[in-house]
């Protein structure tokens, strides 16, 4: 029997979570500890995690490891959300609790931890159902907020709000004069939420499920109507609840035993961000899913042991959203067609000879997808633009450092790629070979392609003999791509020592 | 109805200091219980008296306090606190007048009858027993004394809370010597402490047929007491005892180390204001003057009494040895049906939970089930909470024994245990130096929990056993006091077990609370809520009951919402054992409320709640009762019983406590207890019928435990030569 302990240093709250799986393979939780630690507050108004705030954590993260010790845990995980990357010392921070209490702590980008919770979520048994029409997921942090959205049970993107529970309980403390202060908060959030709305969803389309992972709210609301997590509320239900809790009162459900009312001062943002969401959103039903990052922690720990399988295709997410992106950016999708296909018989085809995991393949197939989306800002500037295009991307379901050998590879594309020095900052050399290589596929893809025609029918490929045999079943004149083929085949060779050789057969 | 809290008026309810002295009365009757053997109806006398010591040391220290404080506030009773002390003064001088004339005329002459002899008055003892006495002082008291002489140059002394003293008025031989300053007309002043390292009860070699023939030790000091003032004469010497305020305040937030600050504290505790004084009936008034004065205490305040001081020394008479036909046979607690010695507790947890109900069973699982988890390789953890433990505690060893072998042990000591802080503060301490992870409570709230866990790596996950209980983890206690507890490892009892101490350790707050309902933030809001399930159904012309059994009811807001059930129609049964502070049998008030009190051998110690909830019966066990202290400033759970078997027990054990007729009181209109009138039903003893339901029981379900015998196989019969 495996034990996980999956620890996440949130922006007002630091929980552990203990896991293991049980016969029927179900995740099973063994420990909950969630102490309050407000790291946002420091930042919000210093910018830096103050002393006091370092030493309760180290306290709490001491009295963690204990309960982890006493399980005999070894494996573990602790991760810090992506504000804490916003505090001028935290590397000292990291640096002090590594030397307290001998863990490290590992740092997310947004994109990471939200696709933890996403991979909680979406490892549910009825996910994949829940998300067949339309849904939008919602995930409340403590300073921000993201949303992303399903149509036919593929994400059609996923936004990041840069406004949390955390921060606007600081804006209302703030404008605690006014009378109307909760008005004018809702303004705001509505006004962010709208944007997303008019942006991304079809004017036509009325989401069907909205669901909300975990906070304190949601599991007030399923006490208060009877329900458990999974339940769907219908949203006037959902509303009216809303509409009787009032966060003044929250001291006063005497009629409720046992009913835990914790982070009081939190709750009053997260009415408002769960009135504003309904209100605008306007789904048919809501969800709330009790999970978090911890969940996701688990999920991909036991996953990768092979002892959780999970239904959902993330990876497919992953390209779904990458197809986003590029069709927002009016890329020609035939040609991405074509390099996507390409690129990843490249990729089967040289197995032996790259060595890199399968995972990369993913990788090679975004690289292909969104190689030009930066056309739609500059055509001349077009490698950076992409570059800066997928940085700025969410693409739910890769590592940030994914999304940079993306990027990066995007960008040389079709330039010479800087030495591994101007680099080393980014990547350790492992992945910058592999950029590299990427780079090296998209280009003899991307030669295939030339006139943009697809102008072959069918692609077979085998290495032999030091050559990579690239057989096309060319519906047209392909003299155009073979002679520009030539510059792309030297890199390749330069990077596999296999040279890729074009055999047409023209099919008229 | 209800809503209006003034609509119930101060005189619907008792005042909880009086209260209490009406269960003393009930203790007390014990003693005058023809039916009860004579050595048991001593230690009947002797519990009250120590109850009373307590009573004084707490509860009016603090009413002292409050009226130094010219605290005016009003109790539930509409009382002050001046006027409370005056109630209290009269009811303890009757109840203390009731305990020494049982004393003196029920018991002292049952006990001459039965050849046991003890000598109130040196001046009756035998020329041969004389000599053996002041032999005995020579040899044993005499090096121990010191007494202490009061004049201009030497202050009165301190008289150290709970001891007895003996207190002299001495006339110089020699007025004129250096030592007597000149002090030619007065009389002096002088006080000697009867040793507590010495047995207050002396055995002497007995005559006149007599069996055994005792002496209390002050009586040997005062034959002496000349031996002590060589140049002056004795005028007069009578022994005396005083009361301390012990009620002291922690202030915990200043206190960075609660250990130490206890420690203080204890030390203070010698020293507080004097709130009574003890001295014999037929005292020389120049001394009680003298006494008086020196210890400033109010003439109300100073109880004179018909025989010895301090009357706790029956319960050494109890224990005499030999005399078993003058005590109550001892009952044995018997086996659980469900674990037979020896067998593996975690499989039997397992199988179904598992009711324990002491003292008429065993508290030995209890025990073993910390010391099987001391041993067992796969146990990774164990928590616990201690209040109160016995001397030599199984459980602290067990808990030992297992931080020695590598397990998480950790333990919340509850340091702040009223008059067991010195006990608890070695136990911490013990625990500390074995590697346990002590937690010594927490700040402003003390931990009366009864909560023990085991955490244990098992081929199909992480399994928890949980132990909860009403009463203290106490193997002595648990002999005495009638107290319940079950043993599951049901994943959400495990859950919030695990909740709990992480609550306690500061670790963590809840996410959520599956099972138990924990004071001081969710326990109260649990029971009103409760309560009033049973008012609306009873509204809405459904059955409605309730049946509670506890220690105390002295909360005003339970009181209240009861009184609110009785006008809606809800039948209640409160089987209180103590202070109840509410009145029954007021007029459209609480006509559906029946309060009863059994007082018998054991203590009644069990919290048990019962709702009838429209048919679908919950039944509740805690460790609170319903008292402010327990619901607002304890950490105490309240956990739902959901097995069938163990719900139709204590449904059983409920009925038999109201159908009690021999030991149970019951309330009255006017608030005082009576007898519950038999009429011609059968007896029935709630704890007698338990002790014999346990035996059979046993009996029973024998061939489940291992009471293993061999058997032989003769030779040939009648060839036995």
């Known amino acids: 029997m495996k034990i996980f302990a999956a620890l996440y240093v949130g922006s007002y709250e630091t929980a552990l979570k203990i896991f293991t799986v049980d016969r029927l393979n179900k995740l099973k939780e063994v420990e909950c500890q969630r102490v309050p630690i407000e790291i946002v507050q420091d930042i919000y108004y210093n910018g830096k995690i103050s002393k006091e705030t370092i030493s309760k954590m180290t306290e709490v993260l001491k009295n963690m490891k204990q309960t982890i010790d006493m399980y005999q845990i070894t494996d573990y995980k602790i991760y810090a959300g992506p504000l804490v990357e916003k505090a001028d010392n935290i590397l000292f921070v990291i640096n002090q609790i590594h030397q307290k209490t001998g863990m490290k702590i590992e740092v997310l980008s947004n994109s990471e931890q939200r696709f933890l919770s996403y991979r909680a979520v979406a490892s549910l048994p009825n996910f994949d159902e829940s998300v067949s029409k339309s849904a939008a997921i919602i995930d409340i942090g403590g300073a921000s907020l993201q949303i992303t959205l399903f149509i036919n049970g593929k994400v059609r993107t996923t936004q990041h709000i840069g406004m949390g529970t955390a921060t606007v309980r600081e804006s209302l403390r703030q404008l605690s004069q006014f009378i109307n202060r909760k008005e004018q908060a809702l303004q705001i959030m509505n006004k962010e939420i709208n944007v997303f709305i008019n942006m991304f969803v079809p004017e036509d389309l009325q989401i069907e499920n909205l669901i909300i992972l975990g906070d304190n709210l949601t599991s007030t609301v399923n006490c208060l109507l009877g329900k458990e997590d999974n339940d769907f509320i219908k949203a006037d239900e959902y509303l009216n609840v809303l509409k009787q809790i009032n966060a003044d009162t929250f001291d006063n459900f005497g009629h409720i035993p046992n009913m835990i009312v914790d982070n009081n001062d939190m709750l009053e943002s997260l009415l408002l961000f769960h009135k504003a969401l309904v209100d605008n959103f306007k789904p048919k039903n809501i969800f709330t899913q009790n999970v978090s990052v911890n969940e996701g922690m688990a999920f991909q720990y036991f996953s990768s042991k092979k002892q959780l399988s999970v239904g959902h295709d993330f990876e497919q997410d992953v390209l779904t959203a990458a197809w986003a992106i590029a069709k927002r950016y009016s890329s020609y999708q035939p040609h991405l067609k074509a390099l996507e296909y390409v690129c990843s018989h490249i990729f089967d085809a040289m197995k032996k000879y790259h060595g890199l995991p399968k995972r990369y393949k993913l990788l090679v197939r975004c690289v292909a997808i969104l190689h030009d989306c930066g056309k739609y800002i500059s055509i001349a500037q077009a490698p950076e633009c992409s570059y800066s295009i997928i940085m700025s991307s969410e693409i739910l379901g890769l590592t940030h450092i994914e999304r940079e050998m993306i990027a990066t590879a995007v960008k040389y594309a079709s330039k010479d790629i800087v030495p591994y020095e101007n680099l080393a900052n980014h990547f350790t050399l492992e992945e910058y070979l592999a950029v590299v290589q990427m780079i090296a596929i998209l280009r003899v893809a991307n030669a295939l392609d030339r006139s943009h025609k697809q102008k072959f029918k069918d692609v077979k490929m085998c290495v032999k003999k030091k050559e990579l045999l690239i057989s096309v079943e060319a519906t047209d004149s392909f003299v155009l791509e073979k002679g520009m083929f030539e510059k792309s085949a030297d890199f390749f060779e330069n990077v596999f020592d296999i040279r890729p050789v074009v055999k047409e057969q023209l099919i008229l | ?721």
């Open chain 2, 1 to 721: 109805m209800g809503k209006n809290k003034k609509e119930y008026k101060d005189s619907y309810f008792d005042n909880r200091e009086l209260s209490w002295l009406k269960f003393e009365h009930r203790v007390l009757n014990e003693a005058k219980d023809n039916n009860i053997p004579i050595l048991d109806r001593l230690k009947f006398v002797s519990i009250t008296s120590s109850n009373l010591d307590e009573f004084f040391m707490v509860r009016v220290a603090s009413l002292k306090d409050m009226e130094h404080a010219n605290y005016t506030k009003k109790d539930i009773s509409g009382m002050n606190p001046l006027e409370q002390l005056d109630e209290i003064a009269i009811k303890t001088h009757e109840l203390v007048d009731k305990q020494y004339e049982i004393y003196g005329k029920s018991l002292l002459p049952i006990l001459l009858k039965e050849g046991i002899k003890i000598v109130d008055k040196y001046e009756n003892l035998s020329r041969k027993q004389e000599e053996f006495v002041d032999r005995y002082f020579l040899e044993q008291v005499y090096p121990v004394l010191t007494p202490m002489a009061v004049d201009a140059s030497r202050p009165f002394p301190l008289v150290r809370n709970k001891t007895l003293n003996i207190a002299a008025l001495l006339k110089s031989k020699n007025p004129d010597s250096k030592l007597s300053k000149g002090n030619r007309e007065n009389v002096e002043f002088s006080t000697v402490q009867v040793p507590s390292v010495l047995p207050r009860l002396v055995w002497i070699p007995s005559e006149d047929g007599f069996k055994e023939t005792f002496i209390l030790l002050e009586q040997i000091i005062e034959k002496n007491i000349d031996k002590l003032y060589l140049n002056y004469d004795v005028l007069a010497a009578y022994p005396y005892r005083i009361m301390r305020n012990a009620d002291f305040d922690l202030d915990e937030d200043d206190a960075s180390d609660l250990l130490k600050e206890i420690e203080k504290q204890l030390a203070k505790r010698q020293w507080g204001e004097v709130i009574r004084l003890e001295i014999q009936r037929d005292v020389d008034e120049n001394l009680i003057k003298t006494l008086g004065k020196q210890l400033n205490i109010k003439k109300s305040d100073i109880y004179k009494v018909n025989g010895p001081i301090d009357l706790t020394f029956l319960m050494k008479l109890y224990g005499i040895d030999g005399f078993d036909n003058l005590r109550e046979e001892k009952y044995l607690p018997q086996p659980n049906p469900r674990i037979a010695p020896g067998c593996d507790l975690f499989e039997e947890i397992k199988k179904r939970d598992i009711f324990l109900f002491h003292p008429y069973e065993t508290f030995d699982p209890v025990v073993d089930f910390i010391k099987q988890a001391s041993v067992d390789e796969d146990v990774l953890a164990i928590k616990q909470t201690l209040y109160r433990v016995s001397g030599n505690s199984p459980i602290i060893a067990a808990l030992e024994k297992a931080a020695e072998n590598g397990k998480q042990v950790t333990v919340l000591v509850e340091l702040k245990a009223r008059f067991d802080e010195e006990n608890n503060i070695i136990w911490a301490r013990k625990l500390e130096k074995a590697g346990c992870h002590v937690i010594y409570g927490l700040v402003g709230l003390k931990t009366h929990c009864k909560i023990s866990l085991v955490v244990r790596r098992e081929d199909d996950g992480i399994a928890r056993y949980v132990h909860l209980g009403t009463g203290n983890y106490n193997d002595s206690t648990a002999k005495l006091y009638t107290d319940c507890g079950i043993f599951t490892c049901t994943q959400s009892y495990g859950e919030d077990a695990t909740a709990v101490f992480n609550m306690l350790s500061g670790y963590s707050e809840p996410a959520k609370w599956n099972k138990l309902s924990v004071a001081p933030i969710w326990l109260r809001k649990k029971f009103l809520y409760l309560i009033q399930r049973e008012i609306d159904n009873a509204k809405d012309g459904k059955k409605a009951v309730i049946v509670a059994k506890m220690n105390s009811l002295c909360d005003k807001e339970i009181i209240e919402k009861l009184y609110d059930a009785s006008r809606a129609g809800v039948q209640i049964h409160l089987i209180i054992r103590g202070i109840c502070c509410l009145r029954t049998g007021i007029e459209n008030v609480s006509d559906n409320i029946e309060v009863k009190s059994i007082v018998g051998t054991f203590l009644e110690h069990s919290r048990i709640f019962y709702f009838y909830n429209n048919g679908q019966e919950d039944i509740y066990m805690g460790s609170a009762d319903w008292m402010p202290r327990n619901l607002d400033r304890r950490v105490e759970i309240l956990f739902p019983v959901e097995d069938d078997i163990i719900k139709e027990r204590l449904k059983h054990i409920l009925e038999i406590c109201l159908k009690d007729n021999t030991k149970a009181y019951i309330m009255k209109n006017d608030g005082e207890y009576a007898h519950v009138n038999r009429r011609n039903s059968d007896a029935i003893g709630a704890q007698a019928k338990f002790c014999q339901e346990a035996i059979n029981a046993s009996r029973q379900d024998g061939s489940n435990i291992s009471h293993r015998r061999f058997t032989p196989i003769w030779a040939i019969e009648g060839d036995m030569d």
